[in-house]
């Protein structure tokens, strides 16, 4: 069986890398966006000139997140940009048990008000430690936004780097998680093995 790339294929392959480079060079680009592969399944890493601004989840549609930040941010769009290198070592490291946090710079663009305060809270959290939604608030000054909390995890923008997975309900039950409660579990999983 032949396993070689058509010289067509990569042809393309290459002029796309190339539109890609000299886009980013010419600062023409919104936001770059990857496809990587996880343990917890595909995820989209994006990111505009100001940082990673998106970690999705497959079942979030990545053509529908694509749409979204299009809309929102801007829509010069490419995919396969160098600006992404970083943030898939990283995530990739972090799979592998060799990052206990990410050094990436963050666009916090897609998020505001107390929802961007609890965000930026969340790394606070400690590798393979948990805190209750109570806790978080209690944390942020609001112990009575409890409910705000959660929706603030419910809507993080940026999942797994901002680990709002380690927010779980007061009697320690998960509660939801934009990944699903299978990926929450193999997350929290992953950080309880190290």
Known sequence: MNTEIPAETAHLA??????????????????????????????????????????????????????????????????????L????????????????????????SLSAGFRLEVQRYLPRIDYGRTLSYAQVADSVGNPQAVRAVG???????????????RVVRTDGSLGGYIGGLEAKKALLGLEAAA
């Open 85 to 108: 290198d970083d943030a898939a070592r990283e995530v990739e490291e972090y799979f592998s048990g060799n990052r206990r946090h990410f050094d990436l710079e963050l666009d916090r």
């Open 14 to 83: 290459s002029l796309r890398a190339e539109l890609a480079e000299r886009a980013e060079k010419a600062e023409l680009l919104d936001v770059a966006y990857r496809r990587v592969d996880s343990p917890v399944g595909p995820l989209l890493l994006a990111a505009t000139a100001r940082g990673l601004v998106r970690v999705a989840f497959e079942r979030e549609d990545f053509d529908a997140v694509v749409d979204s930040l299009a809309t929102r941010l801007g829509s010069r769009i490419l995919s396969g940009t160098a600006r």
């Open 151 to 165: 929706s603030a995890c419910a809507r993080n923008p940026l999942p797994i780097v901002v680990p709002c997975h």
